[in-house]
């Protein structure tokens, strides 16, 4: 018998989709694409075949992530019969103390995971809009979480627990870490590029809307920026990362700022978009003469170098480093300096390959190799959605 898995990935700057042919013993894509959100952004809805052409293209307006879910199941309602998914995978961001791995979804587990919205407000809602709009179209489909937090089970307590009175670390006040599906991808293709050199000390910088750092050794987690919710580590779009707490104690007694307004200010205000006043997307920021623009792009290079410093101690060294995801992957010049403030490493950059956005951007030269490795949480999502549909 032959599946077909939708996979859904809701981030907070896009929804991603992807669609899988299987016979059990293999996965093959058939089709994928991507749509950006946002009240202000004209999207392309584009679906791409496995060799990359277009197939289908549309212009459309995005406010938000369950009228992009709207279109994507539009699309395939079109689509042959042999299209039709017969089991869905989604990205979870959020699988809290409970998941540790993929689950079936059924009544419990959707309830649980509402109970995860305020620990990812950018991200939970909408991976929970597509698991209730399938539900609502197509009550038979069966469907499976797959969490951004699984993968960093594997992190000692010193990393994983907040210097906290042990009763909130019990409660589930943890460091969670997140973008999991996506390290979990280029771990394991990691020996393809690196050889044995893959089990080593590894970082790998995810850095797209949402930014975080992951050091890898024998392929597994063992530090991450990202906490108890996505909002600790690397300045991001929007999010403001690591920040004394005692701002937070500051701006409530001092401003009067309660909980909405907070979040609001930490989620949504703050990062490239807060530092610059003019955009939380590095295409407007890089394209920018405006002073502001480049202080918010200096101050994400800083704190990726200074929050890489601390992945690098924690792995006693470093073998090879990863860029990954929208900025990581397409932004050569935020590559560029983030490698000139590492040349302590004897990290030499390849300028025409970093330019090309090539896959290794470091010269034979260099003591650590430099790759750029486009993420692929979609294909992770399918093997793990194959794997228990099977069992
Ligand atoms: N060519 C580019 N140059 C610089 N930044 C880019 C480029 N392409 C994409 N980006 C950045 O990547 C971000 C999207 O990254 P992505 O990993 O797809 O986001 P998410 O999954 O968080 O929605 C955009 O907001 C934009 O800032
Ligand atoms: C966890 C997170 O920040 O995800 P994304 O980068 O997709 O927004
Ligand atoms: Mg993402």
Redesign the pocket.
């Known amino acids: 018998m032959n599946e077909t898995i939708l996979v859904l990935?809701a981030?907070?700057?896009?929804i991603?989709y992807a669609l899988y042919r299987t016979t059990y013993e293999s996965i093959s894509i058939i089709c994928r694409g991507?749509i950006?959100i946002g009240s202000n952004t004209s999207s392309q809805f584009q679906v791409r075949d496995s060799r990359g052409e277009l197939l289908w293209q549309q212009h459309l307006h995005v406010p938000h992530h369950e009228s992009a879910i709207e279109v994507i199941l539009q699309w395939l309602e079109t689509q042959t019969d042999k299209q039709r998914p017969t089991v869905a995978g989604h990205r979870v961001v959020h699988g809290g103390i409970l998941f540790d791995q993929p689950v079936i979804i059924n009544e419990q587990v959707i309830t649980q995971l509402f109970q995860l919205v305020p620990l990812a407000p950018l991200h939970q809602l909408d991976s929970l809009a597509g698991i209730e709009t399938l539900k609502r179209l197509k009550p038979d489909l069966p469907q499976i979480a797959c969490f951004d937090t699984s993968f960093h089970r594997t992190m000692p307590d010193e990393e994983r627990i907040y210097a906290l009175p042990s009763h909130l670390t019990d409660q589930g006040i943890q460091r969670y870490g997140f973008h999991g599906l996506s390290y979990e991808y280029i771990a394991h293709i990691l020996h393809d590029h690196l050889g044995d050199r893959a089990a080593g000390r590894i970082v790998v910088a995810?850095?797209?809307?949402?930014a975080s750092l992951c050091a890898l050794r024998q392929g597994k987690s063992i530090a991450t920026t990202m906490g108890f919710t996505p909002l600790e580590g690397l300045p991001m779009?929007t999010r403001c990362g690591n920040l004394d707490p005692a701002v937070l104690l500051y701006l409530m007694r001092e401003q009067q700022m309660n909980h909405d307004m907070l979040t609001d200010l930490l989620y949504r205000h703050a990062g490239?978009l807060g530092v610059s006043g003019i955009s939380?997307?590095?295409?407007?920021l890089?394209a920018s003469d405006a002073p502001r623009a480049k202080h918010a792009v200096d101050l994400f290079i800083w704190q990726v170098c200074r929050q890489l410093g601390a992945m690098i101690a924690v792995l006693e060294g470093i073998d090879g480093l990863i860029f990954t995801?929208?900025?990581g992957?397409?932004?050569p010049q935020?590559r560029a300096g983030i490698c000139a403030r590492l040349k302590w490493l004897s990290i030499k950059l390849d300028e025409s390959a970093n330019q090309a956005n090539a896959i290794r951007i470091s010269t034979a030269e260099s003591h650590i190799p430099v790759l750029v490795l486009p993420?692929d949480e979609e294909s992770i999502i399918a093997h793990h959605t194959l794997r228990l549909i099977m069992a």
Request: proline share 0%; net charge neutral; glycine share 18%.
């Open positions: 990935n981030g907070s700057s896009s991603k991507k950006e995810h850095l797209g809307n949402g779009g490239l939380a997307d590095m295409r407007t890089l995801a929208g900025i992957e397409h932004a935020i993420t």
